[in-house]
């Protein structure tokens, strides 16, 4: 309390009061404990980004395209094709270097089991609205809320250019490995 006299308004007095410091003080300086609790807050700055994902994405799959694409006039075969050549469950549809839609095996299996003909059917006829965007900057959770939201995945741009896609399991694997 004699200290406490002294502070301004300002300063910040924390206490610890334990019942004997077993198992609890330690807890209280280690940072694994507390991040695993929900209690240590990263300032805004330590908080990795998009682009901290898509690096992480890009050194573990060499050799898969940062953002494999379709465009609207491409047949849906081909974007079949393209789904199963990548092992990829979404692709952007591109046109003119913007993203002009998307389209998912979702889209393609409810077509194929409407009975409809897939033949003569474009990209452009079937596919959905462009994915959300995020900038390579904006921190990785605002992934995560978009992907609870409903998104199946996050176009990341950086300067206006598409860099690359990040998916549930992009992020998850982000968050298990790299972290």
Do not use: C
Request: aromatic share 6%; charged share 20%; hydrophobic share 40%.
């Amino acid at each position: 309390m004699t200290y406490a006299r002294r502070l301004t308004p300002q300063d910040i007095l924390v206490v610890l009061l334990p019942d004997t410091g077993r198992g609890y003080l330690s807890k209280q300086y280690n940072d694994t404990w507390l991040r695993e609790n929900g209690l240590l807050v990263q300032a805004e700055g330590d908080q990795p980004t998009m682009s901290d994902v898509l690096a992480y994405r890009r050194s573990h799959s060499q050799s898969m395209p940062m953002v494999v694409s379709i465009g609207p006039e491409d047949s849906i075969a081909d974007a079949v094709e393209l789904l199963r050549r990548y092992g990829i469950s979404q692709t952007p549809v591109m046109e003119k270097g913007e993203m002009v839609g998307s389209l998912t095996e979702d889209l393609l299996l409810r077509r194929l089991l409407s009975g409809e003909p897939l033949e003569t059917t474009t990209v452009g006829q079937l596919q959905g609205p462009p994915f959300s965007v995020l900038d390579a900057g904006a921190a990785a959770r605002e992934a995560y809320t978009l992907f609870n939201a409903g998104q199946s995945a996050v176009a990341v741009t950086h300067n206006g250019l598409l860099e690359g896609l990040v998916t549930k399991s992009d992020l998850l694997e982000f968050w298990a490995h790299a972290r």
